[in-house]
């Protein structure tokens, strides 16, 4: 999972939504440092918090997909018909093992993973090896070969 925020106390938001997701979607195995990170796809809005977490679920991806929708609400964000609109928290589901999903609803793996250095940072800290189910290279090689140059700063 990707979890950021850019609007408010950034780093309480990302705390509040990292409970939300053991208590209702479940266990996190593994979670990277916080990142801050210039936003992406916009020139407008402050900075964004950003980190990765590895999450042991039992929920299917559907289910686990309705869950973040959920958690995202009661961590008061609401729906945002912008594109890249500042936002209390967003959390993305970057991959489900090795499933590949691609629906209206879902597309699994993330589509941009590739694209985001804010993504790639994080998500190379704590599982660099896993590879790409369709681009079939690692995490790792990924951000190697990512060209975004946006600035991603270690907080903590």
Request: proline letters at 4%.
């Amino acid at each position: 999972m990707s979890l950021g925020s850019n609007l408010g106390q950034r780093d309480e938001h990302i705390d509040k939504a990292r409970g939300f997701l053991e208590a209702l979607a479940g266990r996190i195995r593994k979670i990277s440092s916080l990142y801050e990170t210039q936003p992406w796809g916009t020139v407008y809005g402050m900075n964004f918090y950003n980190l990765v977490t590895e999450l042991s679920t039992h929920l299917e991806p559907y289910k686990l997909h309705d869950k973040l929708i959920e958690i995202e609400r009661l961590c008061g964000r609401t729906s945002v018909s912008e594109r890249y609109a500042p936002r209390i928290i967003d959390i993305d589901m970057l991959m489900f093992g090795k499933r590949i999903i691609s629906t209206d609803k879902l597309t699994i793996p993330h589509p941009l993973i590739h694209e985001r250095r804010f993504v790639l940072t994080p998500f190379a800290e704590i599982a660099s090896g896993i590879v790409h189910p369709i681009l079939h290279k690692t995490i790792g090689q990924l951000l190697e070969e990512c060209t975004d140059d946006r600035k991603v700063f270690k907080i903590r």
